[in-house]
């Protein structure tokens, strides 16, 4: 049963993987499906109301990272806020009345008419090149704090916002080594290549383990069969 269990889960993802790559054919990004949804649902409660405006994850947002050796740290240290959504500032307290209405705990929608003008400052926000000024001034909000550091001295000197492309961080005077490996890349122009990379890899992995319990399922059943002959 244990098998059975086992060759059904890994079934699944495979589908799953499929389903991704299928997507991403179709030259459209993964996010999260959570969100995805409760962006709808923004934009259906706009629609009903005759509000003409865009509903946009910060995410889909950003156009370009100029040196792509930064992307990992900064995409991890931006972690969920990356999937935030971004509204005309008119509009911004109707999509805060949606999100409390129905209850949306998936969605967290930028205060975008509150956000504070400002300018990119060398920062982690040069990296990111954003033509959208609400997701820009957001970005600056998030980024213009944390120093790109090149050496552990470095970001020593950096204790209140600094980052090494390692993922090591420093803020609010403490430290930490984020871990990168799970970060879903979903920034710039080329995050369909990089994700598609990623499915791949992962679908083999899962392949690979599918066929294994295939294999020993295979021999087990030819032991059950030995042993009733």
Known sequence: VHLEDEKRIRHEELTN???QLKQLDANQIIFPEEVVKAKQ??????????????VRMFAELVQDLKDTSWRQAIETFLGRKRYYLIVDGKYCLEAMRVLQEKK??????VITDKLPDSEVKGSA??????????????????????????????????????????????????????NMKKTQICLGQDAIELQKKSV????????????QVMDKLKQTKEKISSLRG
């Open 17 to 19: 993987l499929e389903k």
């Open 41 to 54: 649902v923004i934009k259906d409660a706009f629609a009903k109301k005759g509000i003409n405006a865009e």
């Open 104 to 109: 949306l705990h998936a969605a967290t929608v």
């Open 125 to 178: 926000a040069e990296q990111l090149v954003i033509p959208n000024v609400d997701a820009r001034r957001y970005a600056n909000y998030l980024l213009n704090g944390i120093h790109l550091c090149d050496s552990l001295n470095e970001l020593h000197e950096y204790p209140k916002g600094g980052l090494l492309k390692d993922g090591m961080l420093a803020k609010s005077y403490a430290v930490s080594c984020m």
């Open 200 to 211: 791949r890899e992962q679908k083999q992995i899962v392949q690979e383990a599918y066929d």
